[in-house]
């Protein structure tokens, strides 16, 4: 599913709205027909169309992500798969403004780079990886991770965003990211361990074990990298039971 299958983001164009034209058999931009709405929601619609189709060609959907609810954004994967980032942190604890960043890992085209506080995690760098990202793909990113990042290095995260805890929660998968993963049947190649054992894994790296570091990287990357699998699972599922669902005319769970 692109964002090209999507009504949505139109004011007025509710869920049931949006199943009515699916199932009319509009699935697409191209396939409008205004009789199946009202006239003032038909310009409405045929206005968005002609802003989206010069948003996608320029690249742009930060409007698409601003219009669309948290736990619909899945619908943008198709359209930025191949420059989606995969962003996770780890952090000497929950307040952003007593606590610091330790490391950021983000996951992109198959290769993972972790920033190192006192290493190489500066604003500055975080900021150019960012920026060459068409959207971030995090997990509760949107309360902890990106709100955290900006207060502690004040960088700019205006980009795309898409939480993977919201639909996740349209599937009914509700918890944090490991249990997740583990009901989806997804292997986790690093030890299972904590945001505990992550905090006390960086203040042994402190006081000079370099091996606690390695196990923490390895830990942050082991998210970064699940992270996409569990993007592809999760829009792969909410395809069939939302935009097929509708067009075969059964139950859509959205």
């Known amino acids: 599913m692109q964002i090209e299958n999507s009504f949505l983001p139109v004011d007025g164009v509710g869920e049931k709205t949006e ?65 989606a980032c995969y962003l996770d942190i780890e952090t000497t604890g929950l307040d952003a403004d007593r606590h610091s960043v330790t490391t950021v890992s983000l996951h992109r085209r198959g290769e993972t780079t972790t920033l190192i506080n006192g290493q190489d995690l500066t604003a500055e760098r975080l900021q150019i990886e960012l920026d060459d990202a068409a959207a971030l793909v995090t997990f509760n990113g949107q309360r902890f991770d990106v709100p955290f990042l900006e207060t502690a290095l004040d960088v700019d995260t205006t980009m795309p965003h898409i939480d993977l805890m919201y639909p996740c929660r349209k599937l009914g998968l509700t918890g944090g990211l490991k249990p997740i993963e583990k009901e989806l049947g997804i292997d986790r190649e690093q030890p299972d361990i904590t945001g505990r054992d992550a905090v006390r894994l960086w203040h042994q790296y402190e006081q000079g074990d370099d091996a606690a570091l390695e196990k923490l990287v390895r830990y942050n990357q082991a998210d970064t990298v699940n992270l996409e699998t569990l993007m592809e699972t999760v829009s792969n599922r909410l395809h069939e039971s939302v935009f097929e669902a509708a067009c075969n005319g059964e139950h859509s769970s959205e």
């Open 19 to 83: 199943r009515r034209l699916w199932e009319h058999g509009i699935t697409h931009w191209d396939e409008f027909d205004g009789s199946v709405v009202g006239p003032t929601l038909a310009d409405r619609i045929e206005g968005f169309i002609r802003e989206g189709r010069r948003h996608l060609e320029c690249g742009e959907y930060t409007p698409f992500a601003q219009a669309l609810p948290a736990a619909s954004r899945w619908r943008l994967y198709e359209n930025i798969r191949e420059d």
